[in-house]
């Protein structure tokens, strides 16, 4: 085992076996195995992670900035509202009401949302599953 777990989409190169120093794209992976795409071929073969090599390039080397920025999308809120917290009150002292209170304020703020625009609702949930489909990338 070369510590090697290659993620759909990244370049390979196969090492052993008929496919010997055919690069390749990984489409999915699953117990130790990849499925990869050969150039020049049609079809996927199934590949043990240990005969392959990452050739070091990336076919969407997009992804980690849009990862990083989701991340701080999603995580500068709460840490915001921590520090927003801890400097009003001095403490923790009725931090889990505060954030229940801000839960049940946010149940009622997307219920006022999807009765006086639908579409606005609607656009916003098809973002956040843009976002989460990203995140599993």
Do not use: C, Y
């Amino acid at each position: 085992m070369n510590g090697f777990f290659p993620r759909p989409g990244e370049t390979v190169r196969a090492r052993g076996g008929t496919r010997s120093g055919k690069r390749g794209v990984v489409v999915a992976t699953a117990a130790g195995r990849a499925k990869v795409r050969f150039d020049g071929r049609s079809g996927t073969r199934w590949v043990r992670s240990g005969n392959l090599s990452s050739t070091g390039s990336s076919s969407q080397p997009w992804i980690l900035p849009v990862k990083a920025a989701l991340i701080l999308f999603l995580v500068v809120p709460g840490i915001r509202f921590v520090v927003v917290h801890l400097w009003t009150h001095g403490g923790l002292d009725g931090f889990a009401t505060a954030l229940g209170n801000q839960m049940g304020q946010a149940a009622l703020a997307w219920g006022h949302l999807l009765t006086t625009d639908p579409l606005g609702a609607l656009l916003h949930l098809g973002f956040l599953g843009v976002v989460s489909r990203l995140m599993h990338w």
